[in-house]
């Protein structure tokens, strides 16, 4: 009887003591990508495109904020991360810019249905804060082809490249330069892959 008492109140300390833990860390403040409003002249309305996954080095596809401290140093952002993988965030905002433009037929991911004119495949290359220049600035550099889906040709290929500064100070004014930087490579993506298809 006396171990069985003994017993519960140890497993009751250990459950105390692993709570405690838990409440005293700190969540993460979370952040995503906005939508980019992309107006294109051109219309290719018969073209219907497919958006995959861009690829990335692994420091690219998490969920972390990386941040340049020196040439060649990647660290992240502390108390911070992305809402999901930032290749998927990349992907889901470059579909919904040219949902947004109105400028071809139709646009998905992989496994949305779509008879495929072309795809849309992106190099995630940069992707964060340059903190060791002064003033500190975001660099967004995607490379991207244009694949004709029916005969697997490249009809085209660029690299997009856009840097931003850093206005302000915390987590807030390091995401609002990524966001500025990321919305202008997207409106360049956009205009350039409807004008090349």
């Given amino acids: 009887m006396l171990k069985s008492i003994l017993n519960y109140r140890l497993a009751v300390l250990g459950a105390t003591a692993l709570l405690a833990g838990c409440a005293s860390s700190t969540p993460l ?20 495109i497919l958006v995959p996954t861009p690829a990335a080095l692994k420091a690219l596809d998490s969920e972390n904020i990386v941040i340049h401290d020196a040439p060649g140093s990647i660290t992240y952002l502390k108390g911070a ?50 903190a060791s220049s002064s003033p500190q600035t975001a660099r967004i ?3 991207v082809r244009v694949l004709n889906d029916k005969t697997g040709e490249v009809r085209a290929t660029r ?24 919305n202008d490579v997207t409106r360049q993506i956009v205009a350039w892959v409807v004008s090349v298809i």
């Avoid at 999901?84 to 949305?112: K, M």
């Avoid at 840097?163 to 915390?170: D, L, M, R």
């Fill in 159 to 182: 690299v997009f490249t856009s840097t931003a500064p850093v206005s302000g100070a915390g987590n807030k004014a390091y995401i609002r330069a990524l966001d500025a930087g990321f």
């Fill in 29 to 48: 403040d979370t952040f995503s990508l906005s939508t980019t409003q992309v107006q294109v002249a051109q219309k290719r309305k018969n073209v219907q």
């Fill in 81 to 130: 991360q992305w809402g999901d993988r930032l290749t998927n965030l990349v992907q889901a905002r470059l579909v919904q810019a040219f949902e947004n433009s109105n400028a071809v037929g139709g646009v998905g991911r992989p496994g949305d249905g779509l008879a495929i004119n072309y795809q849309v495949q992106a190099d995630l290359r940069d992707f964060g804060i340059t």
């Fill in 141 to 143: 550099e995607l490379a």
